[in-house]
């Protein structure tokens, strides 16, 4: 029993406490100074113990997203490997009335099988397009694709590329184009008709092919190969037209029969196993379809040509300066024409065809069966939608014009959304392959070194684990 005033033991006969005479109460009244006492102990007890902190992340706790985030599975290409990203919450929820144009490129990238453009801006990719050069950075910027030219891939760039030359090579051949026919209208000098010709067919599809080099980063594509697929691929491509459209039906699907025979052109050309990017089946495909339409336009010019001057010369009774100048003005409009809407048709359709091909393939040799992979054929049909959609005037001699501006706009926009998925894929592919090098470099290093190699010491650094 303890007193309730100074908390003094005190036996059970005590009426009063020893120490400050205050009277023994009730045992109840006991109870309660004996717990008060045993508080007071506790609490000099924690005083006198010394002051601890916790400390952060322990007790460990199951691992999770961090705050405001959700995970996000992530495969760059169809067969590649995946990989868990944490994303913002809202960029992955369903946005409400996302209207009509986003469900048409939604159900795009769904049979592209493409993902949604990140960190793209037309704005950005042609910022470096102006900026002034020396001869020798032009020099050094083409001299790729050999063995001792092409960059280790640890080095390669994997954002989006900013391309500028193809701008510079446009420029020319247009600036040649209109030097040749200022000429020819000053001086009447027929023999610039092919130059003037050659000048208009080639520029564009060019300038093009050069563009989606640019976006090659790889780097591992030679000027020489891009010249034998531009001459040979274009060539064999037209010449297999040219037979396909004997038949009365082929004739009628130019979608189908110009499609197939660019992509085996492109086939019969790169058939090594030793361009294993998907950026490199884009580049080969640019390169066929730019001989393609480069050849094809020149047919068209002379088409306009020879004609007009028939009729100027028959028809119309013109003198022979006179009917040479009609006709090259109008084959300088078919020209002109056709430059314009060339970066919206073959290039970038067979880009696309060879683009999912390769998707395919990668590392492997050609294989007939590559061909009925649905990851390549559901892509396939994109080009060959778009290819026939532009053509729609063949079977439908009838189309009102509009309409006709109208399908050539929605075709080359989707053409190009489709084509610059298939570029950030092939971006993510070979950022894939930078990070397997890595891994693969630090396993090799520690199994060399032994366990704990990875803690890299550099003088005058802090070792890291």
Same mark, same amino acid.
């Given at each position: 029993m303890f007193c309730a005033k100074c908390g003094t033991e005190c036996q059970a006969e005590y009426k009063f406490c020893r120490s400050c005479g205050a009277p023994v109460g009730s045992s109840g009244q006991a109870a309660a100074a004996t717990q008060a006492?045993?508080?007071?102990?506790?609490?000099?007890?924690?005083?006198?113990?010394?002051?601890?902190?916790?400390?952060?992340?322990?007790?460990?706790?199951?691992?999770?997203?961090?705050?405001?985030?959700?995970?996000?599975?992530?495969?760059?290409?169809?067969?590649?490997?995946?990989?868990?990203?944490?994303?913002?919450?809202?960029?992955?929820?369903?946005?409400?009335?996302?209207?009509?144009?986003?469900?048409?490129?939604?159900?795009?990238?769904?049979?592209?099988?493409?993902d949604k453009l990140e960190g793209f801006s037309l704005s950005e990719t042609f910022s470096e397009t102006f900026k002034r050069r020396g001869a020798d950075a032009v020099e050094e910027y083409v001299m790729v694709g050999s063995s001792r030219t092409t960059p280790p891939i640890e080095m390669v760039e994997t954002g989006w590329p900013k391309p500028w030359m193809f701008f510079r090579q446009l420029a020319l051949f247009a600036v040649a184009f209109a030097v040749l026919y200022a000429v020819f209208k000053f001086t009447g000098n027929t023999p610039l008709l092919p130059a003037i010709l050659i000048m208009g067919a080639f520029a564009v599809p060019v300038a093009v092919l050069i563009f989606l080099f640019e976006m090659n980063t790889p780097r591992n594509v030679s000027v020489v190969v891009l010249g034998k697929l531009f001459i040979m691929g274009g060539l064999a491509a037209i010449c297999a037209v040219s037979f396909e459209y004997m038949n009365t039906i082929a004739g009628k699907l130019p979608g189908v029969v110009e499609e197939t025979a660019k992509l085996a052109a492109v086939l019969l050309v790169m058939r090594s196993a030793r361009y294993k990017y998907e950026l490199n089946g884009i580049l080969f495909g640019t390169a066929v379809g730019a001989g393609f339409a480069a050849f094809e336009t020149s047919y068209y010019g002379l088409n306009a040509f020879l004609p007009a001057l028939i009729q100027g010369l028959v028809q119309q009774g013109m003198q022979a300066q006179q009917?040479?100048?009609?006709? =090259?003005?109008?084959?300088?409009?078919?020209?002109?024409?056709?430059?314009?809407?060339?970066?919206?048709?073959?290039?970038?359709?067979?880009?696309?065809?060879?683009?999912?091909?390769?998707?395919?393939?990668?590392?492997?040799?050609?294989?007939?069966?590559?061909?009925?992979?649905?990851?390549?054929?559901?892509?396939?049909?994109?080009?060959?939608?778009?290819? =026939?959609?532009?053509?729609?005037?063949?079977?439908?001699?009838?189309?009102?014009?509009?309409?006709?501006?109208?399908l050539w706009i929605g075709t080359g926009l989707t053409t190009w959304y489709v084509l610059f998925g298939l570029i950030q894929q092939g971006l993510r592919q070979v950022k894939d392959e930078q990070k397997q090098r890595l891994q693969s470099t630090l396993a090799d290093v520690e199994a060399t070194l032994g366990p704990g190699a990875r803690a890299v010491v550099v003088p005058g650094a802090v070792p890291v684990a």
């Open positions: 006492v045993q508080a007071a102990a506790a609490v000099s007890v924690a005083q006198a113990m010394p002051v601890t902190q916790p400390v952060a992340g322990w007790p460990p706790t199951a691992p999770g997203p961090p705050p405001g985030m959700v995970p996000v599975l992530y495969q760059a290409y169809p067969g590649g490997p995946q990989q868990v990203y944490y994303v913002p919450a809202h960029g992955v929820q369903a946005q409400p009335g996302g209207g009509f144009l986003e469900g048409v490129r939604s159900r795009i990238r769904e049979l592209a099988l493409t009917a040479f100048t009609a006709a =090259t003005q109008t084959m300088v409009d078919s020209l002109v024409l056709r430059g314009i809407l060339a970066p919206f048709g073959h290039m970038p359709w067979t880009a696309i065809a060879a683009g999912a091909f390769w998707r395919v393939k990668l590392d492997k040799p050609v294989s007939p069966s590559m061909l009925l992979d649905p990851r390549f054929l559901k892509t396939f049909m994109i080009p060959v939608a778009m290819h =026939t959609l532009w053509d729609a005037s063949v079977v439908f001699p009838k189309i009102p014009g509009l309409l006709n501006i109208l």
